[in-house]
């Protein structure tokens, strides 16, 4: 068994599409376990397998490892995704914080009430034109890569978001065309190109189950 990875989550994308996004442009193969009920919960609880009674959770390696920065740096490492020293990690941290923050925004969009989602697409909409995207426009201008001369983890997830802004904003690249052309790159990518096949573990923008779903399984009122 310890050779197989184990995506503990629910059946939808949340922290864990990142990890996933990882471990595919890894080549690795992982298998999936899907909360639906609060007493799946208890259990993982109750064996003592969430450190912080969060998931995501992933097994890998003989670990059952939480958090999802924490997981998505041992994964980088482990497959060199994460840059050739310390100081190259720092940046490869830093864009990839950066990401998070966006995605994060965007994540907590399908809880929110429809009254609130209007404003908040348009914070969303704003932030990412003036303060993330430029950055990733001005890092790539010179550069095929945001860190260094290979392929790094920052890379894998400025691509995840700038798929999910598109999802919210069709042309929100049209005035960035360095990150669109980058987008380009990273597309047709071997690995990247199967995990947006029809049929990959890739999963679609969260519905009205997935939220239902999520509130069930902590037991939530909403």
């Known amino acids: 068994m310890s050779g197989k990875v184990v995506l503990t989550y629910f059946n939808g994308r949340g922290k864990m599409e990142s990890i996933r996004w990882l471990l595919a442009v890894a080549g690795v193969e992982f298998e999936e376990v899907n909360m639906t009920k609060h007493e799946e919960y208890v259990k993982l609880l109750s064996d003592g397998a969430l450190m912080f009674e969060q ?25 060199n995704l994460y840059g050739n020293d310390l100081k190259e990690r720092v940046m490869i ?19 929110i009430s429809p009254d609130a989602k209007k404003t908040k697409l348009e914070d969303i909409e704003r932030k990412a034109t003036s303060r993330y995207i430029p950055v990733f426009e001005k890092a ?33 690249l049209s005035k960035f065309p360095v990150v669109k052309a980058f987008q380009g790159r990273m597309k047709s990518l071997p690995a990247i190109q199967k995990f947006l096949q029809p049929g990959s573990k890739r999963k679609p923008q969260p519905d009205d189950l997935y939220v239902k779903t999520v509130y069930e399984v902590f037991n939530f009122k909403h």
């Open 55 to 79: 998931v995501p959770l992933v097994e890998i390696d003989g670990m059952k490892l939480v958090q999802t920065k924490a997981i998505l740096n041992y994964i980088a490492g482990k497959y």
């Open 140 to 172: 790539l201008a010179s550069s095929q890569y945001l860190v260094g001369y290979q392929l790094s983890c920052a890379d894998v997830q400025l691509l995840e978001i700038t798929l999910m802004l598109e999802e919210k904003f069709p042309t929100i």
């Open 93 to 111: 941290d830093m864009y990839s914080e950066g990401v998070r923050d966006l995605m994060e925004m965007i994540m907590m969009l399908p809880f």
